[in-house]
């Protein structure tokens, strides 16, 4: 049976970035990302539409995440669903995240970041700049081993 997990979003970051350590030194970060949807319902009246969604980034890319990201911050992720799962209090319990595979920072506005005017490296950079994440996660260690 065929198959196909990709994720692409756009949207700003709805916290501050703390970067965090498997115990074998990977880097990672679980973001949350606020993606807007603006359309038209059947009275004709514009709609405004917010949807939250977690991410990870793991290996370099969590660390340039931390470095010139910060709350409200811009980012454009390309990544895949993964369903985590565990059980607590004989609860099974459910969530639905995106590990990010490829992140581009965006330019634009008064969102501080590292730097604090935004002069975060544009999107015409070399994509070797934001280092794909893949390679870090190819051994992803399992929930429990992320310090969250």
Request: one cysteine or more; a negative charge.
């Amino acid at each position: 049976m065929a198959s196909y997990n990709r994720v692409i979003l756009m949207g700003n970051l709805t916290r501050d970035i703390q970067l965090r350590y498997t115990p074998g030194g990977t880097p990672v970060t679980e973001v949350g990302l606020a993606v807007h949807d603006r359309r038209k319902n059947q009275n004709g009246e514009w709609i405004d539409e917010t949807t939250f969604v977690d991410v990870t980034f793991w290996g370099r890319t969590a660390e340039v995440a931390a470095e010139y990201l910060s709350k409200g911050s811009p980012v454009f992720v390309e990544g895949r669903l993964k369903l985590d799962t565990w059980e607590k209090d004989g609860q099974k319990n459910y969530k639905l995240r995106v590990v990010c595979d490829r992140m581009q920072l965006l330019g634009g506005g008064g969102s501080g970041g590292a730097s604090g005017g935004g002069s975060r490296p544009s999107t015409s950079a070399p994509r070797d700049e934001f280092a794909s994440s893949s390679a870090a996660h190819e051994h992803e260690p399992a929930m429990d081993d992320i310090p969250f």
